[in-house]
């Protein structure tokens, strides 16, 4: 169920443009805490319910994708950047559905709580392991900097889309007629 129009649904564009700043915050987020101890505590508290709702709107992405297709791309594209198109929204898709069930497991493993706004905590996804704590903790902070660096590329071919090919693929997301 495509919107039929060359343009995504509406809930797709406010997903991800709301997505994208709540993406971009927490790398930002992520790279403040690991390197100020002052500011740790605050933005750990704001890390994990943030990383909570990525995560479910990340679900809801995914389900509304399945349900209305995206408009195709220009049928002048090179293969190899369909193909290329393809696996970075793919990789975009694992990585936020990824990113927060890690570091759910990571702080499960750790022993630590994962609590979000209003005082709500989240069950232990993992046993209480230190091993395990350090190998997810390893994991996840090494799929942050796959993930910074697929939005860059995302961003970057965006731009391209948007200023060299003047295909249309921009706007698509952008705005649209619903």
């Not at 559905?97 to 497991?105: F, R, S, V």
Request: aromatic share 8%; glycine share 8%; proline share 7%.
């Amino acid at each position: 169920m495509s919107t039929g129009n060359g343009h995504f649904n509406l809930l797709a564009r406010v997903l991800h443009w709301s997505m994208a700043v709540m993406i971009v915050a927490m790398l930002f987020i992520g790279v403040t805490m690991v390197a100020s101890l002052h500011l740790r505590p605050l933005l750990i508290d704001l890390h994990r319910p943030l990383g909570i709702a990525i995560g479910v709107l990340a679900l809801l992405r995914l389900y509304n994708r399945l349900r209305h297709r995206p408009p195709p791309l220009p049928a002048d594209l090179p293969a190899w950047q369909a193909r290329a198109a393809r696996a970075s929204h793919a990789m975009l898709y694992a990585l936020m559905l990824a990113m927060p069930l890690i570091g759910w497991a990571m702080l499960s493993a750790g022993g630590y709580p994962i609590v979000l706004w209003g005082g709500v905590h989240l069950p232990a996804i993992v046993p209480h392991t230190p091993a395990l704590y350090a190998a997810l903790r390893g994991a996840h902070g090494l799929l942050a900097y796959v993930l910074f660096a697929t939005v860059l590329v995302h961003v970057g071919a965006a731009l391209f889309h948007l200023w060299v090919r003047r295909d249309g693929v921009f706007q698509a997301m952008a705005r649209g007629r619903d």
